[in-house]
């Protein structure tokens, strides 16, 4: 934040007149705003990196979490501003700047307003400039620790008291895995602590608490407790079908799976999978992968599934010569032999888009390799289909330099325009939207992407619509804050009803199936002993598995921190939700028959466990109470 302090001073400017209090460069965070006088609060932005290749959203929210400003920012849209009006109020607003961001933004505020920032943990969410300054304070009896991680720029951390001066001080070391970091415990006390945080160094900035509130200040004085009201999400259901919801799946290895994974497997239901085959591998072991594709179809019943081609190691750049055209007929040989059953889609290599140094270079495999899949009318038979190339990201550009030549909706485009016979679906893969409250984009991405491919008579897609990897961070960029605790659990709730509300896509992918070095991103994970353990995330998808219907229905929703899907099979009718704050939300369901008979309505909270819940049924509405962090599922029998 090279204006984190205070630019003007407190109190008042030689003109007389109180300073505006500013903040800047956030790259990742919320701050809290509550004002006790009507007063606005202004967002510029400049860019920071790729800011031309990257669409991007800042939300305010008010003290019920209901949305006041969504500020939809385009890709050329790289310098720019905001206003927004703050009224007077106990509760706090909600300003938030989603992380990973491509800007750069500054805030500026009436320096009477309490304003309170929360950063994101692990990843960086600021830069700073040497010596910049903040407050925290932390209530009696809380065992506080204070972290930080080094991401190039500001090294070192020093607190101290500021009642009796004790300092500490927190050395910040560049470290072999992105997730580690460094920590010190504070002092527990019996009294409330304020200590002054100064960040050494200039640049990129991760610093965070833990064991008390993560809000830091400009001044001790606005060091005050948050408050959040309850939130209010009016429904409404109607009966028509939309479509069809995703078959959701995960990443899967092309090696026989242990048997202590079956039973992880078996939770998760997997109803699609995504898949890497190497083609330097099969090209010289030809039927190396045959069982274990075999397996997953026969004992785990994935009928529907992706395949990559790649090199070892997931070597993305593949070439149109010997070896990859012998990895392709291999495949092609090993699919024939799953006796037609299920649809297995291709991709000729993995992300293209960040991986070859243009379209045009990656254009030659791609014709060569769709030529040689459509040689065979056996292959279509089997139900090989080709899928564009999966994509790093689709509306926005890959990281890397000169993305925004590189967007996949834009090659996907060109790819339609060029070679429209030659496609059967669409895929890409959703990185580095780690915001809660931005994972509607995964809405608009499936919107867009159905747009690209046009609509038929019955308002679905041409060409099938696979989302085929996703998760909050790419590669081994991983907080442990987001892949082992319950945020996870929200996150993918989230994505799977945003991604599937408007019955569009066909698959949705988590990657990936189990932790793997130095991938920590599964929904298992593998214990000392060789047991495999479900985690958040894991056991928030065998909730989800187990209320997941076919069809989607339309159903309005105002809120904007709760998400919900509606759903329908047959008779049955589902309603899944998350509520992603901690705030206590009051649902109303309209449109309803009462009573609901049988129905029944559970949580899945932050103790990762499903429970029964109470609700009421009367005159067409359904009422309940949904804590904080929670997700649910409400059904009931429509006949």
């Known amino acids: 934040m090279k204006r984190l302090a205070l630019l003007l001073g407190l109190g008042m400017s030689l003109n007389g007149f109180a ?12 701050l809290y705003l509550q004002a006790d006088r009507p007063d606005t609060v202004t967002v510029s932005w400049v860019p920071a990196w790729q800011a031309e290749a990257n669409e991007e959203h800042i939300y305010l929210l008010d003290g019920h979490g209901r949305l006041q400003g969504d500020r939809f920012i385009k890709a050329s849209e790289v310098r720019g501003s905001q206003r927004w009006p703050l009224v007077p109020g106990a509760a706090s607003y909600r300003l938030e700047i989603p992380g990973y961001s491509f800007r750069s933004y500054r805030i500026e505020h009436d320096d009477q307003t ?4 929360s950063p994101a943990k692990v990843h960086f969410s600021v830069e700073t400039r040497n010596g910049d300054e903040l407050f925290f304070r932390v209530a009696p009896g809380e065992r506080a620790v204070l972290n930080g991680k080094y991401h190039g720029g500001v090294n070192a951390l020093q607190a101290q008291r500021v009642d009796d001066g004790q ?4 050395a910040l070391t560049r470290h072999p895995a992105y997730w580690q970091f460094d920590q010190v415990a504070l002092p527990v006390s019996d009294q409330a602590q304020v200590w002054r945080l ?10 965070w608490l833990d064991g008390t509130a993560n809000l830091f200040a400009q001044n001790p004085q606005q060091l005050q407790p948050l408050r959040e009201d309850p ?25 026989m799976p242990p048997a202590a994974s079956h039973a992880a497997l078996d939770a998760l239901k997997p109803a699609a999978a995504s898949y890497y085959s190497y083609v330097d591998v099969v090209s010289k072991k030809a039927g190396f992968e045959d069982p274990v594709r075999q397996l997953y179809q026969s004992r785990f019943g994935i009928r529907q599934d992706i395949t990559l081609l790649a090199g070892t190691g997931r070597q993305a750049n593949l070439r149109a010569d010997g070896q990859s055209s012998n990895g392709l007929d291999a495949w092609l040989a090993a699919t024939r032999a799953l006796d037609g059953r299920g649809t297995h889609y291709i991709g000729f290599a993995d992300e293209p888009n960040l991986n070859y140094s243009s379209y045009e270079d990656y254009r030659a495999i791609f014709v060569s390799m769709a030529r040689q899949v459509r040689s065979d009318p056996a292959n279509a038979k089997a139900g090989v289909r080709i899928a564009m190339p999966a994509t790093s990201r689709l509306v926005n550009g890959p990281f890397t330099r000169n993305a925004a030549s590189k967007r996949g909706i834009d090659w996907a485009r060109r790819m339609l325009s060029e070679s429209a016979d030659q496609v059967d679906a669409l895929a890409w893969h959703e990185w580095m939207i780690r915001d809660l409250l931005a994972t509607r984009v995964y809405r608009d991405s499936v919107r867009r992407a159905a747009e690209l491919v046009g609509l038929d008579a019955n308002g679905q ?3 099938a619509l696979l989302l085929d990897q996703t998760n909050l961070s790419s590669g081994s960029s991983l907080s442990p804050y987001d892949q082992e605790t319950h945020y996870a659990a929200l996150w993918w709730a989230s994505v799977v009803i945003n991604a599937s509300q408007d019955g569009l896509l066909t698959m949705l992918n988590w990657f990936q199936a189990a932790d793997e070095p130095p991938y920590a991103k599964g929904m298992a994970r593998v214990s000392g002993d060789g047991r495999f353990e479900l985690k958040p995330v894991g056991l928030a998808q065998q909730f989800i598995a187990r209320h997941w219907l076919p069809q989607v229905l339309q159903l309005d929703n105002d809120a904007f921190e709760v998400d919900v899907l509606a759903m329908a099979g047959d008779e049955q009718r589902t309603l899944l939700g998350v509520n992603k704050s901690t705030r206590l939300q009051r649902v109303d369901l309209s449109s309803v028959r009462c009573p609901l008979d049988p129905a029944a309505l559970s949580f899945f909270g932050v103790d990762n466990r499903a429970r029964d819940a109470p609700f009421a049924c009367k005159n067409g509405r ?3 109470e949904l804590p904080g962090q ?7 029998n429509a006949s």
């Not at 300092?167 to 927190?170: D, E, G, N």
């Not at 939130?231 to 090696?255: F, M």
């Not at 929670?630 to 009931?636: I, K, P, R, S, V």
């Open 198 to 207: 100064r960040l050494q160094g200039s640049g990129k900035a991760a610093f």
């Open 461 to 463: 897609p041409r060409k």
């Open 231 to 255: 939130g209010q999400v009016r429904l409404t259901l109607h009966d028509k079908i939309l479509g069809r919801t995703p078959d959701l799946g995960i990443a899967l290895p092309n090696l």
């Open 622 to 624: 359904v009422r309940f």
């Open 19 to 30: 300073a505006p209090m500013q903040w800047g460069d956030i790259r990742d965070g919320s």
């Open 114 to 117: 309490v304003a309170l920032f």
């Open 630 to 636: 929670t997700l649910f599922a409400l059904n009931w």
């Open 167 to 170: 300092q500490l001080s927190l």
